[in-house]
């Protein structure tokens, strides 16, 4: 059973860089068909996806946050990193990394990293 475990600073500053990590054990995240995603859900809000990047390397952003997201991996790690540049209090969110089968633009995952909640504040 795959599990993933997210990481990183829990408060951010306005106008830096928000950097998380998923650690992914259970499953390689090179393989065939599986989508390593990054979704966040601001408080009192629904899911967003942020971002994913295939089991062949290729990423994929929303629209609304390209300009600022960058996803990369670590594949002698198992790990998959999400930057989030010149974040804004907007941005407070609890970050899940998940994984999913299809629907590679959206939320749907089958499996889900427990969240970490992200602030950013002066």
Known sequence: QVQLQESGPG???PSQTLSLTCT?????ITTNDYYWKWIRQP???GLEWIGTIAYSGSTYYSPSLKSRT???RD???NQFTLQLSSVT???TAVYY??????AVTTTKSQFW???TQVTVSS
């Open 75 to 77: 594949t002698s790690k």
């Open 43 to 45: 408080p009192g809000k």
């Open 89 to 91: 209090p907007e941005d």
């Open 24 to 28: 992914v054990s259970g499953g390689s």
């Open 97 to 102: 990394c998940a994984r999913g089968r299809d």
């Open 11 to 13: 408060l951010v500053k």
């Open 70 to 72: 960058s996803i990369s």
């Open 113 to 115: 990293g427990q969240g």
